[in-house]
Nanobody, 124 residues
Framework: QVQLVESGGGLVQAGGSLRLSCAASGRTFSTIAMGWFRQAPGREREFVAA????????YYTGSVKGRFTISRDNAKNTVYLQMNSLKPEDTAVYYC?????????????????WGQGTQVTVSS
């Protein structure tokens, strides 16, 4: 079992920045692939960013490339999502996800564990 706890969401004006954190416990962190997803009201949960176990490879959905950065600190059992140049369309509940099977976490169906979510609201 892996437990995930997100933090760092909030209300920010368009153009601003937020940094989300996700603390993991219950399994050796370096053995699990991590990702961030988001879900806006009335929409399906969508992939935002992913990082492999060692942290050397990152993946992003097109709409956040160049604005968001995913990173991980295996010594602190934590994954981060730095979000810059935020837009109103980034407003959603953001979820941290973990995959203990082999491969990278690029789709919601590939996740084995989810955090409780943290609200990000970007005002125009």
């Amino acid at each position: 079992q892996v437990q995930l706890v997100e933090s760092g969401g909030g209300l920010v004006q368009a153009g601003g920045s937020l940094r989300l954190s996700c603390a993991a416990s219950g399994r050796t962190f370096s053995t699990i692939a991590m990702g961030w997803f988001r879900q806006a009201p009335g929409r399906e949960r969508e992939f935002v960013a992913a990082i492999n176990r060692g942290g050397g490879n990152t993946y992003y959905t097109g709409s956040v490339k160049g604005r968001f950065t995913i990173s991980r600190d295996n010594a602190k059992n934590t994954v981060y999502l730095q979000m810059n140049s935020l837009k109103p369309e980034d407003t959603a509940v953001y979820y941290c996800a973990a995959r203990q099977r082999s491969g990278v976490l690029l789709a919601a169906a590939g996740s084995d564990y989810w955090g409780q979510g943290t609200q990000v609201t970007v005002s125009s």
